[in-house]
């Protein structure tokens, strides 16, 4: 029988495929080579290696990392990260069972996202708004109307932070009906844009424009950038953590509880008050561009709700 590879040319095997075939990212990739890492390292302590370790090393290294203070979703999470790793070298015969298949994960609380409710929502938009028209110089109104325009595109498409502050200077151009989105694994998906997400561009755009403008007229390097968010960082667009220290900040002029509100919230937002108002899930995971139906499920509470009200208020036989 042929040797096997060492431990850390397996995981870069299974690595390797899951960017070939899943299309993972690098910050995907990055945290799957931690993770196994990790357990490498763990069974070399007791002289195993992941080619030969069995079900109770497995076991082991769950427990081991209890010990060390892991909280639950971080075992399971390592698990899932193992299992996928024995599935594909069962797959490839490089093993000839797979030690993780009966392992059952860590139970965990189902854990519900935070969601800011239409009017809390409509609070914040109203005080982006009053900003905008507060200004008192062209750089205050710029940068209130350029948290408008992030506001306005995360609740009326749901998209990620790190997609809404990459987005293109095309996504402005005053035809588009919809927004090409490229998402995880380079995966793109359409969402479409409402008209007040459009006016709230076109307005910060303008005024980006004119304060761009040197004094020999000429637009300068920020106000042509290929971003529509730009900035004069590294990535040459607005970070993500920029975005969510103006939303804090805005969260407290509009009397919200600063830990209340964040992008991924808003997110939240966009995706439960679709749901409340008769959207169907698929839809739902489409638009958010969640690849398993499963990871949009967490919002099923809204729906479990929804189908109670309905069935309370049609049913012929409810009690009134």
Same mark, same amino acid.
């Given at each position: 029988m042929a040797k096997l590879p060492p431990d850390d040319r397996l995981i870069e095997l299974f690595l390797d495929m899951i960017a070939a075939e899943r299309g993972a990212g690098e910050n995907t990739l990055t945290a799957y080579r931690r993770d196994l890492a990790d357990f490498s390292d763990t069974l070399a302590r007791t002289r195993r290696t992941v080619a030969g370790a069995g079900t109770d090393d497995i076991r082991g290294y769950l427990h081991s990392l209890s010990k060390r203070g892991f909280a639950t979703a971080s075992v399971a999470r390592r698990l899932s990260a193992i299992r996928q790793l024995y599935r594909f070298l069962y797959a490839e015969g490089l093993r000839g069972e797979d030690p993780a298949a009966i392992i059952e994960? $860590? +139970?965990?609380?189902?854990? !519900? $996202?935070?969601? *800011?409710?239409?009017? =809390?929502? =409509?609070? *914040?938009l109203a005080s982006a708004r009053k900003a905008v028209a507060a200004g008192r110089s062209a750089g205050e109104r710029l940068r209130a109307a350029r948290l408008n325009a992030l506001l306005e595109l995360v609740y009326a498409t749901g998209l990620r932070v790190s997609e809404l502050v990459s987005l293109p200077a095309s996504a402005a151009e005053r035809s588009a009906r919809m927004l090409v989105v490229r998402g995880k694994g380079g995966k793109e998906r359409l969402v479409p844009l409402n008209d007040a997400a459009k006016i709230a561009m076109r307005d910060y755009r303008t005024l980006l424009a004119d304060s761009g403008r040197g004094a020999d007229g000429k637009p300068a390097k920020i106000a042509t950038s290929k971003w529509l968010f730009p900035s004069f960082g590294d990535s040459g667009h607005l970070t +993500? %953590?920029?975005?969510?220290?103006? @939303?804090?900040? @805005?969260?407290?002029?509009?009397?919200?509880?600063?830990e209340q509100v964040s992008p991924h919230v808003l997110r939240h937002a966009f995706a439960s008050h679709l749901l409340h108002n008769g959207a169907d899930l698929r839809?739902? %995971?489409? *638009? #958010?561009? /969640?690849? =398993?139906?499963?990871?949009? %499920?967490?919002?099923? /509470?809204? #729906?479990? &709700? +929804? @189908?109670?009200? @309905?069935? +309370? =208020?049609? /049913? $012929? !036989? &409810?009690?009134?």
């Open positions: 994960g $860590p +139970r965990r609380g189902r854990t !519900l $996202p935070k969601v *800011l409710g239409v009017k =809390d929502v =409509d609070r *914040l +993500r %953590q920029h975005f969510a220290r103006e @939303l804090k900040t @805005l969260a407290g002029a509009a009397r919200l509880r600063a839809i739902v %995971q489409t *638009l #958010l561009g /969640h690849a =398993d139906i499963s990871t949009t %499920q967490i919002y099923t /509470h809204v #729906l479990e &709700a +929804r @189908l109670k009200s @309905l069935v +309370r =208020d049609l /049913h $012929p !036989l &409810a009690e009134t």
